[in-house]
């Protein structure tokens, strides 16, 4: 069984910033992707950034500049420092951990339960 626990969330002041990290834990030998998503209300969930194991990037245009991610491979662990951060960037932030390959030798996508961000004007 494989576990994402997000942390960092939490309420900043427009141009403030945070920064959140995911913890995968359990049966791993890799993961080919790690990111985080997010979804503000009434909208549907989105891509903010994701990372590959060899370090390759991808972020959406609207945080490019102002948020980067990195992971710590040897800890399967996930980071995405957010500045110059925005109201518009409220959300909850939910990370993912795709392509991983578990001790059993399946390969499956998995999903943390999500941390709220808020962004007040």
């Known amino acids: 069984q494989v576990q994402l626990v997000e942390s960092g969330g939490g309420l900043v002041q427009a141009g403030g910033s945070l920064r959140l990290s995911c913890a995968a834990s359990?049966?791993?030998?890799?993961?080919?992707?790690m990111g985080w998503h997010r979804q503000a209300p009434g909208k549907q969930r989105e891509l903010v950034a994701a990372?590959?194991?060899?370090?390759?990037?991808n972020y959406a245009d609207s945080v490019k500049g102002r948020f980067t991610i990195s992971r710590d491979n040897a800890k399967n662990t996930v980071y995405l420092q957010m500045n110059t951060l925005k109201p518009e960037d409220t959300g909850v932030y939910f990370c993912?951990?795709?392509?991983?390959?578990?001790?059993?030798?399946?390969?499956?996508?998995?999903w943390g339960q999500g941390t709220q961000v808020t962004v007040s004007s």
């Open positions: 993912a951990a795709l392509g991983v390959l578990t001790g059993s030798g399946d390969v499956r996508n998995y």
């Open positions: 359990g049966s791993i030998f890799s993961i080919s992707t």
């Open positions: 990372i590959i194991s060899g370090g390759s990037t």
